[in-house]
């Protein structure tokens, strides 16, 4: 890869990310190609697997996901996380005492929240890990990334 090409695509989001991000909606029947324009991305793009598009882009793809679908999590799992869920976290977790007891509330309203995705955090000496248990069966690694970002 050239230094040009990886200037290029710093900031930047690959095109298949936005192909995972639409899979479920349009498993669903809706009109990915209204959500694309809404999201200011040129459809003709997702014919080339080497397009990519900004950073606020795929943010904006986000947005007009969770609006469209009514789901912050993008039905990627059997209950749909309604448009809000992630703000009422924001806030719920905002002023924790420490990241341990933040990311507990976090994994605690997740496992209430989603029926597909089952999580607990261990905390062993320097490391912590978060353990995410599926209840069916196994997702897609884009499914994965989402439930921890």
């Known amino acids: 890869m050239k230094e040009q090409d990886l200037n290029y695509s710093k900031g930047t989001i690959s095109i298949s990310?936005?192909?995972?991000?639409?899979l479920s909606a349009k498993h669903q029947g809706l009109n990915t190609q209204n959500i694309l324009v809404k999201s200011g991305i040129p459809v003709e793009l997702m014919q080339s697997n080497k397009a990519r598009v900004s950073v606020s882009q795929y943010a904006q793809l986000w947005t007009e996901l969770a609006d469209v679908?009514?789901?912050?999590?993008?039905?990627?799992d059997s209950h749909p996380m309604r448009r809000?869920?992630?703000?009422?976290?924001?806030k719920s977790v905002i002023h924790a005492e420490t990241l341990e007891i933040a990311l507990r509330q976090i994994l605690q309203f997740l496992n209430l929240v989603l029926d597909d995705f089952?999580?607990?955090?261990?905390v062993q000496e320097n490391y912590a890990y978060i353990v995410i248990y599926e209840q069916k069966q196994t997702k897609r690694m884009f499914s994965y990334a989402t439930y921890l970002m």
């Open 84 to 90: 809000g869920s992630f703000k009422l976290l924001s």
């Open 118 to 122: 089952m999580s607990q955090l261990f």
């Open 69 to 76: 679908m009514n789901d912050e999590f993008f039905g990627m």
């Open 17 to 22: 990310l936005v192909h995972e991000a639409l």
